[in-house]
């Protein structure tokens, strides 16, 4: 008998408000997953959401993550505008109260008339300033659980107890200072993110019954038509019904200049209407839309950690029982083993567990992560996790595909030669137009452009006995004339005495030059070639240029087309080698291949077939406008304006927040062990600690947030 299907678990995802520290999204984490109704959870820090399979209450959640006094609320609510219009008083008040008392203690310590006072000022001042400290550490200390939270909890009691109240207090302070920079930082570095949510209008404007309303964008439904007037953003993705005019969408696909829209083109929710009025036919829901998918993605991205993380935590793991260990020995060796002064040695080990907090080694990585990821959404580069920033920056080697990725995917007519003085071209081409006007393939298309760009009137033309033999051409009678349009090998069949070898040599000429050649006959006579050519992208020559000053020597162009034509795409696009009549299979093996003699390779591709070969490599990278899904949702990253110059952007970004990152790590070690160094001499004072930890906290956390202002160079033309 067969088993019932379990019922699908429900998913729901949540804000959060106060994530500042990693280790405690992490303790949050495995909180909530011990919740009754719970069957996983998972928070992203970077995004500062949480994700919860299961049932949970908001309070639940929330009691969940007390112990950092975290706010819980459904990611839709609308709630996070009003958290950041907090006033600072109040949002800081807890940090305010103890500056002032610490104050107040000093003078009181200073003025000496009333010695009780400024201890009773100090303690008040280690309350009011890290209450919340406490509450955590002693929690964690029962869990024998030893995060930087725990470690200063013990360090403050212990200062307290010897004696050291107006240490005790700065301490507190400075870690409460530290704490509220850290989580402005990280604030900072969300909202970058977060300010893609504001780009697409709340309302549109539908028309519906004949009439013309303004409804919630989340209520405009999937065939509606919308109206977009000029200096209006476009609240949701369709289609151009009616009218047209220029749309800037560099919020999405990065593209400096504003795009010419007509009927038929593609619009996406964020983008501005410069001019003209729209009418627009929706084909995506708002919470479907394009850039609601690249803020979920981006937002996602950090739960694909880089490896520079995993080190990171892996480091942490064993960094913070080694350091509790020394704090110990610090603290009892000298006097045990030379009767030195315990208060003055417990002192040092009490200083010695503060500055060995690994809060700056810890969001060393993932601010610089966010913040880059963050950078690169802005100009039009979708990166769906730090593991793929990471491994860009160590890309050896770049493969693209042709059509539709170095190229711009629409055939052209480049030449047409006719073959005798006496044929008029302008009704050779009407009659061609009249017989592929029935076809569906983009040389078709091209040839009936083309007749309308000269004036040729082939709709007005009669056609009879049409006939389209795939992978060949075309044949019919036109006006009672008969015509075969197709392959010169296969007019060599249809039409006697079929091409002279002079008109061979002329085809295979344009051919070299990467074009596609096709010829037209009557039943008696060859009248004339007509070559097409998919043009290069303005931007890929320039990209290539911009890869091989970055160091990456080896480009090569893998494609499904003849070797004549990916030569040419080749010379001009400056690509260093070029694999042809490749079948989707083909180009998989290519790329494995490639890394092999390389190492890293990234693939660069748009349509179904590339997507193997995108999943095989290092990094797959799909052109976002006009790649099919199958492509976005295999590749790592995504060139949403499909502008080739971002990616040399991409890849020096990489290696910049790279850099950062180890920069960052480097220099926090460096000032923990150049603090350590000063127990020798007996001068780490309490103070001194917590000053080096939190200075080194917010200078890994300000050169991070360099990334967020890296820019890429202006956008080209991608069509």
Request: one cysteine or more; proline letters at 4%.
């Amino acid at each position: 008998m067969a088993r019932p299907a379990e019922p699908a678990v429900p998913k729901t995802v949540y804000r959060v408000e106060g994530l500042s520290c990693a280790n405690c999204a992490k303790t949050f984490e495995q909180n909530v997953k011990r919740l009754p109704g719970v069957r996983d959870a998972a928070v992203h820090f970077a995004a500062s959401k949480l994700t919860v399979y299961g049932e949970a209450t908001v309070e639940e959640l929330e009691e969940a993550g007390k112990f950092e006094q975290l706010k819980i609320f459904p990611e839709h609510a609308g709630r996070h505008a009003a958290a950041r219009s907090v006033p600072f008083c109040r949002k800081q008040a807890r940090l305010i109260a103890a500056g002032l008392l610490t104050a107040l203690g000093y003078v009181s310590l200073v003025a000496g008339e009333f010695p009780v006072l400024a201890p009773l000022l100090f303690g008040a001042a280690m309350l009011a300033g890290g209450l919340p400290l406490f509450r955590a550490g002693l929690m964690n200390l029962a869990r024998l659980r030893f995060d930087m939270k725990t470690l200063m909890t013990v360090a403050v009691i212990g200062a307290a107890a010897i004696g050291e109240w107006a240490e005790g207090a700065v301490v507190v302070l400075l870690f409460a200072a530290s704490e509220a920079l850290e989580r402005f930082s990280m604030e900072r570095a969300r909202r970058s993110i977060r300010s893609l949510m504001d780009l697409a209008p709340k309302e549109a404007v539908v028309r519906r019954d004949g009439r013309e309303m303004s409804v919630p964008a989340d209520e405009v439904a999937v065939g509606d038509t919308v109206i977009v007037k000029p200096g209006q953003k476009i609240a949701v993705d369709g289609v151009v019904t009616g009218g047209g005019g220029l749309v800037n969408q560099s919020a999405v696909t990065g593209e400096a200049m504003p795009v010419c829209k007509k009927e038929g083109d593609d619009v996406f929710a964020g983008t501005l209407n410069v001019d003209g009025l729209l009418e627009i036919r929706v084909t995506r829901k708002a919470e479907d839309s394009t850039i609601a998918k690249i803020i979920h993605l981006v937002e996602e991205a950090q739960a694909g950690r880089a490896p520079a993380q995993a080190f990171v935590d892996t480091f942490a793991k064993y960094y913070t029982p080694a350091v509790i260990a020394l704090a110990f020995l610090v603290a009892v060796v000298p006097p045990l083993a030379a009767d030195a002064s315990w208060s003055r040695w417990v002192y040092l080990g009490l200083s010695v567990l503060v500055v060995g907090c690994p809060c700056a080694l810890v969001i060393s990585t993932p601010v610089s992560i966010v913040s880059a990821i963050g950078s690169a959404a802005r100009n039009g580069v979708l990166i769906k996790g730090g593991l793929h920033l990471e491994k860009l920056g160590a890309v050896k080697a770049v493969a693209f595909d042709k059509t539709g990725t170095l190229t711009k995917g629409t055939p052209v007519v480049t030449d047409i030669v006719v073959f005798r003085d006496e044929t008029d071209t302008g009704a050779l081409l009407a009659a061609i137009a009249a017989l592929e006007n029935r076809a569906s393939h983009p040389l078709a298309a091209a040839i009936v452009a083309k007749a309308g760009e000269a004036g040729a009137a082939w709709d007005a033309l009669r056609v009879e006995r049409f006939e389209s033999v795939t992978g060949k051409g075309v044949r019919g009678l036109v006006q009672g004339t008969p015509y075969v349009v197709g392959s010169p090998s296969w007019l060599a069949e249809q039409c006697h005495p079929g091409l002279s070898d002079e008109q061979l040599a002329l085809a295979e000429e344009l051919q070299r030059d990467g074009k596609t050649v096709i010829a037209a006959a009557t039943d008696r006579d060859v009248l004339a070639l007509v070559a097409f050519k998919d043009e290069l992208r303005a931007s890929a020559a320039v990209a290539v240029s911009g890869l091989r000053e970055l160091g990456i020597r080896h480009t090569v162009l893998l494609t499904g087309d003849n070797r004549t034509a990916a030569e040419a795409i080749r010379r001009e696009a400056g690509l260093s080698e070029a694999q042809a009549d490749l079948l989707p299979e083909a180009k998989w093996q290519a790329v494995r291949t490639l890394q092999s003699r390389f190492g890293d390779v990234a693939m660069v591709g748009d349509g179904i077939n590339d997507a193997p070969a995108l999943a095989a490599a290092s990094v797959g990278i799909a052109m976002g406008a006009s790649g099919t899904d199958v492509a976005l949702e295999t590749a790592d990253i995504a060139l949403m304006g499909d502008d080739l110059t971002r990616l040399p952007y991409s890849i020096r970004l990489s290696r910049k927040t790279l850099a950062v990152i180890r920069e960052n790590i480097a220099f926090s070690l460096a000032v923990k062990l150049l603090a350590l160094l000063l127990v020798i001499p007996g001068w780490l004072t309490l103070w001194i600690a917590i000053a080096s930890d939190m200075g080194a906290t917010l200078i890994v956390t300000l050169n991070a947030l360099r990334l967020a202002r890296v820019e890429a160079p202006a956008a080209r033309a991608a069509a």
